[in-house]
DNA sequence: ATAATATGATAGTAATACTATTAGTTTTGC
DNA sequence: GCAAAACTAATAGTATTACTATCATATTAT
């Protein structure tokens, strides 16, 4: 990624937060380090009283970048799947074998994440850490279907559907493209936490990733052709 | 099922509970009401408070029986897994055939819930959308390692390995089984979430359900070879 | 009938999740 | 260089949550 990145935004739904917290130094440091706070104590744990004292700030102060922290999450998630996304287009764009982009696809979503040095105040290593422990709480919730409306998942909701196309390319017959898209987006998080958690439960190790698994499961199952 | 299981009672970790809720009309009571309430009005605005409002009965007495509500969440989850188990181990018990006893693994843990007369106190229909969008909340949290050293998650890592079990069974050389297995119980939960609240996201709904999806995934996947 | 147990009612604490107000500090626009 | 505007910090206050403790009362067991 490097440098390409750098002047590059994410187009994350202003509804998410009160203040753009990409236009100044607090709001900055509320991500930075509201990112770490999150990982340290967990999302139950974390409040905007305890981010305050950590960044010598004040509870009030954050209060006006986000309305509360569902937002921040739902903030943080996006700017996650929006990374994500970017990582995915780039990466796959100038693949013109359907087979290669396909797998080169599931493997910027399963891999594990990298350090990337364009963005100084976030930490992706972190936030992918958090997105694989916090991310389903975001919209297991009685809200989501109001939520969704107000777009709060739509950079979520394109890159299944960018994956998915990619698997009807692979093989237009497939009848469930889409759940085996969305399972993938899901289930990649899930065998992460599980390697971590609940080792007895996933075949993935050190010597397995959860890229490998995918990668063998969607070509196990698809049927695939010739390019042409 | 009907009769055969009214005399069965859930064998469920004991800290789970500060007393038996089996063992008391009150205890069945905050059982049967608590999993309506949760349904209706979601784990996060749950309290004991309001349980005990609706049961006519206090707040402290529901503290006797559950020390916190996610207690009470792990209860009900292990009250459904346990009831999960059973039916799968009573429906397969007697299939021989490996690619048939997978089969029917499959659609047992992939099927829409029915009511289930066995138990009058616990709703099964509710208690299943209840795990649908509340049990990965039980397991996303600081304390999933200490609480799973205490067997809180028994019941549900033992149906994992069943039906790892199966699929090895019907492949021994598929190198994924543990992977395979956990990805369609937690895929299976996901996939009734998104049809509910992301349809655009799921190849699920009223022509094609989970376990037909889910069924067709594995069989594609697995190689299968003549029972003998 | 008495003791033991279960439940109910009330009160109290610390923390959470905010809102409102005010005052001080920086930034900017001219 | 100065005033206005914008931003941040500090304090206080409210309703709710997540409990714990105590005591009274009701039920059941012996």
Same sequence: chains 1, 2.
């Avoid at 930075?32 to 950590?54: D, H, N």
């Avoid at 290593?125 to 919730?141: A, F, G, P």
């Amino acid at each position: 990624m490097d440098r390409l990145m750098q002047s590059i935004k994410m187009d994350i739904n202003e509804k998410l937060y009160v203040k753009d917290p990409e236009s100044s130094t607090l709001g900055k440091k509320i991500v930075e380090q509201g990112i770490l706070l999150i990982y340290e104590i967990g999302f139950e744990c974390f409040t905007f009283k305890k981010l305050g004292a950590r960044i010598g700030s004040n509870e009030s102060s954050i209060y006006r970048y986000f309305e509360n922290k569902h937002k921040f999450l739902l903030y943080l998630a996006s700017w996650y799947w929006g990374w994500t996304e970017y990582k995915l287009v780039f990466a796959t764009h100038s693949i013109s074998d359907r087979n290669e982009k396909l797998k080169k696809a599931l493997e910027i979503l399963a891999q594990t994440v990298e350090e990337d040095k364009s963005f100084t105040h976030v930490n992706e290593v972190v936030l992918n850490k958090i997105v694989i422990s916090e991310y389903s709480k975001s919209y297991l919730t009685k809200e989501v279907d109001n939520e969704n409306k107000e777009g709060y998942f739509t950079i979520y909701k394109r890159l299944v559907d960018r994956l998915s196309e990619m698997i009807a390319a692979v093989d237009p017959e497939y009848p469930y493209p889409l759940s085996l898209s969305s399972m993938v987006m899901e289930g990649t998080l899930h065998q992460f936490f599980l390697q971590e958690h609940f080792p007895a439960l996933t075949s993935c190790n050190d010597k397995v990733t959860p890229a490998e698994y995918f990668v063998d499961l969607i070509f196990r199952t698809l049927k695939t052709k010739p390019n042409g």
